[in-house]
């Protein structure tokens, strides 16, 4: 049973930061595409970041120089490092494989960016 699950999300002023966890099950985490993904009030889910299996890595222009995507084989986890953030930022963010698996959309954790 494939599962992801998100953590460490949060009410964090303009300019501040975020580090986002995410817990995936061994078996796929190590052979797959991975990616962080974000679905703000009105809008449709985005693709934010991607970590190929090889550990080249793809960031949204809107988040490029700002956020780090990175992953752990060991813990068997992936992060998201969110500097600089903005208001903009504001959503609820996932992992997912990618391209993303409908089946396996966790909870996702909720980031908001205000003052």
């Known amino acids: 049973q494939v599962q992801f699950v998100e953590s460490g999300g949060g009410l964090v002023q303009p300019g501040g930061s975020l580090r986002l966890s995410c817990a995936a099950s061994a078996t796929i985490f190590g052979f797959n595409n991975m990616g962080w993904y974000r679905q703000a009030p009105g809008k449709q889910r985005e693709l934010v970041a991607r970590i190929f299996s090889g550990g080249s890595t793809y960031y949204a222009d809107s988040v490029k120089g700002r956020f780090t995507i990175s992953r752990d084989m060991n813990k068997n986890t992936l992060y998201l490092q969110m500097n600089s953030l903005k208001p903009e930022d504001t959503a609820v963010y996932y992992c997912?494989?990618?391209?993303?698996?409908?089946?396996?959309w966790g909870q996702g954790t909720q980031v908001t960016v205000s003052s």
């Open positions: 997912n494989m990618w391209p993303s698996d409908t089946r396996y």
